[in-house]
């Protein structure tokens, strides 16, 4: 005699199929118009399933339902915003300036620091002294390179 008919299943939940969820992987592969069909869909469930929650109706709604609708919503939102993301990205990946959220973090010192232009700017009265007396070059003979003398072999174990 086998379990399922034995014992009943649905009231023991052991052979319940467990809730689909939305796998991220298909979302990426949508457009974003079938993606927000999606998540209105997704949205109208939810709202049934907390009402249907709140006035205890003749199917009951358990939470678990409720939980898995509410990570499918997040998947959704989330690969939208991916996808709007990488719009923008492209978009600004020549241009000079980029949205704060586009540029690279860093670290806070990092992001403080001067950059290369502020930092070798000079001013006037500098720029003056630098002009009035330039950096000296002086022209130095290379040197032939003359090595140490051999020590004897009784000083080699001394030092």
């Known amino acids: 005699m086998c379990i399922r008919d034995s014992i009943n299943a649905e009231y023991m939940g052991y052979f319940k199929r467990r809730q689909t969820m939305v ?40 939470a678990s339902k409720i939980k898995v609708l509410r990570k499918d919503i997040a998947r959704i939102l989330t690969v939208i915003n991916e996808k709007r993301r990488t719009v923008a990205h492209d978009k600004f990946k020549k241009k000079k300036l980029k949205p704060l959220d586009q540029r690279i973090k860093g670290t806070r010192a990092s992001r403080r620091k001067l950059t290369i232009f502020e930092r070798t700017r000079k001013t006037k009265k500098a720029q003056k002294k630098l002009n009035c007396n330039p950096r000296r070059k002086y022209a130095i003979q290379a040197q032939t390179f003359i090595p140490y003398p051999q020590l004897p072999k009784y000083f080699a174990y001394i030092s």
Do not use: F, H, P, W
Request: glycine residues 4%.
């Open 23 to 62: 796998k991220t992987y298909e979302l990426r592969t949508k457009d974003e118009k079938a993606l927000v069909e999606e998540l209105g869909k997704l949205k109208a469930e939810l709202a049934k399933a907390r009402i249907g929650k709140v006035s205890a109706a003749a199917t009951q709604v358990k």
